[in-house]
C-alpha cells in the first residue's frame, strides 16, 4: 500500500532562518507530488507541483522554493523565512498519469508539517 | 484569483439532521470535483467525487451534487453525526495534475 511521510511534524523557526521541509511516498512509482500551505483562516493553497523528477511548477511567487531529487522525494525550502511563511503544509501525491477517466483521481495527503516563524 | 470558493466559513447542525455543505467555482474547464474532511494538525483525507458526466455521486451518508450551469456543488451528510464534526473542503481539477480547493467550511455537530 501506498504511504507518505512528511517531517518534521512541528517546526519553529526565527525569521531570517533557513528552512528545508522533507516528504517521502512510498508504494508507488511516478507519482504528481504537490506541496500545499493552509494558513489561518484560509484554504490549501497550492505552492508547487511536480510531474516528474527535476520538474517543478510554482504557482505563486514567494520566498520558498522546491525540489524533487528522486522521484518519490519533495522537498520544499527557503533561504530566509518570513513572518508570512507560517503555517502548515502539506504534501501530497496522486496518479501519473492520470488514471483512467474520472476514477481514482484523488490526491492523498500526508500528515503536514506545523510551521511558527518568530 | 479563488477559482473555488466555500461561503460559509461554519456551520452548526444537530446530530442526525442533515448537513449541506456548499462550494462554487468559476472555471468552466473544471471536471471533476473531490470533497476532503480535515481534522486538526492532520492531512486531508478524501470523502467523495464526482465527475462532470454525472449530477449525483452517492457513497453511504455522503451525497455530492453538481449543477454544472450553476458552477456550484454541495455536500450532503445524512444523518449528521458528532464524529463528522471538521473542516471540509471542496476542490476541483481541469488537468487531473493541478486541483483548486476552496478556504473550506468547519462543521460541528452538535449531539
Known amino acids: 500500500s501506498q504511504t507518505i511521510h512528511q517531517w518534521p511534524a512541528t517546526l519553529v523557526q526565527p525569521v531570517g532562518s533557513p528552512l528545508s521541509l522533507e516528504c517521502t511516498v512510498e508504494g508507488t512509482s511516478n507519482p504528481n507530488l504537490y506541496w500545499y500551505r493552509q494558513a489561518a483562516g484560509r484554504g490549501l493553497q497550492l505552492l508547487f507541483y511536480s510531474v516528474g523528477i527535476g520538474q517543478i511548477s510554482s504557482e505563486v511567487p514567494q520566498n520558498l522554493s522546491a525540489s524533487r531529487p528522486q522521484d518519490r522525494q519533495f522537498i520544499l525550502s527557503s533561504k530566509k523565512l518570513l513572518l508570512s511563511d507560517s503555517g502548515f503544509y502539506l504534501c501530497?501525491?496522486?496518479?501519473?498519469?492520470?488514471?483512467?477517466?474520472?476514477?481514482?483521481?484523488?490526491?492523498?495527503f500526508g500528515p503536514g508539517t506545523r510551521l511558527t516563524v518568530l | 484569483d479563488q477559482q473555488v470558493k466555500q461561503n460559509s466559513p461554519s456551520l452548526s447542525v444537530q446530530e442526525g439532521r442533515i448537513s449541506i455543505l456548499n462550494c462554487d467555482y468559476t472555471?468552466?474547464?473544471?471536471?471533476?470535483f473531490l470533497w476532503y474532511k480535515k481534522y486538526p494538525a492532520e492531512g486531508p483525507t478524501f470523502l467523495i467525487s464526482i465527475s462532470s458526466i454525472k449530477d449525483k455521486n452517492e457513497d453511504g451518508r455522503f451525497t455530492v451534487f453538481l449543477n454544472k450551469s450553476a458552477k456550484h456543488l454541495s455536500l450532503h451528510i445524512v444523518p449528521s453525526q458528532p464524529g463528522d464534526s471538521a473542516v471540509y473542503f471542496c476542490a476541483a481539477s481541469d488537468t487531473g495534475n493541478q486541483f483548486y480547493f476552496g478556504t473550506g467550511t468547519s462543521l460541528t455537530v452538535i449531539p
Open positions: 501530497a501525491w496522486s496518479v501519473f498519469p492520470w488514471g483512467q477517466p474520472f476514477r481514482d483521481n484523488e490526491q492523498f
Open positions: 472555471n468552466s474547464m473544471f471536471d471533476y
